[in-house]
């Protein structure tokens, strides 16, 4: 119990010292870390929807672990149906490590995030001119 609490003291310690970290600071340990917040959307076929949720349910580990492995943390999907019938995914995290682009590139070599993949890259639509998910521009935060 005192070991988990200690975790926890010093995981919300890096994690607050981190909040403030746009362009990076160096946290207890020396080493620097961002806290990069991710923002995007893609569309997703609308006879896919429940699919999609299914796979993203509590019970269905998925690639959580490796989510977490490669510093992405609050990882969220909403979905919204617009006006004109179509449907779409808005998806945000946050990114806590030092090296984004390593991470991501990590990541993508995963097994079991290829597998995963394979299975719901299927279920969208992305924009024209891009092949998953569409960053978008972070306008605001309250900190």
């Known amino acids: 119990m005192k070991k988990h609490f200690i975790f926890g003291v010093i995981l919300g310690s890096l994690l607050l010292l981190n909040s403030c970290a746009q362009e990076g600071q160096k946290d207890i340990s020396g080493i620097k870390q961002v806290t990069k917040r991710i923002g995007m959307v893609i569309g997703i076929k609308a006879d896919k929807i429940d699919e999609y949720k299914k796979l993203h349910t509590d019970s269905n580990a998925g690639v959580r672990d490796l989510l ?40 993508a070599e995963e097994n079991r995030n290829i597998e995963w993949l394979k299975m719901t890259d299927p279920m969208q639509i992305p924009f024209e001119g891009e092949s998953s998910w569409s960053q978008m521009e972070q306008v605001y935060y309250n900190k």
């Open 68 to 107: 977490n492995k490669y510093n992405m943390h609050n990882f969220s999907i909403f979905l919204k149906q617009f006006d004109d019938g179509k449907w779409f995914l808005f998806g945000y995290y946050e990114y806590t490590g030092s090296d984004y682009e390593a991470d991501m590139s990590k990541l």
